[in-house]
């Protein structure tokens, strides 16, 4: 199950650096690619705000 980012998303930059796979693209709203997201949870440990939590 991939992660996925939610409009809570403040565009800081926290998580894209720390996914080992670089799944995470940059925009107005970051976004995760869910087809190579390996389901760590890297990013969501970092987010300061909890935008990223498991896709349902």
Do not use: L
């Not at 940059?26 to 987010?47: Q, R």
């Amino acid at each position: 199950m991939a992660y996925k980012i939610s409009d809570e998303c403040i565009a800081c930059g926290s998580c894209k650096p720390v996914c080992p796979v670089d799944c995470i693209s940059e925009g107005d709203i970051y976004s995760i690619n869910p087809d190579e997201c390996i389901d760590c949870g890297t990013c969501a440990d970092n987010c300061p705000v909890s935008a990223i939590s498991p896709a349902e």
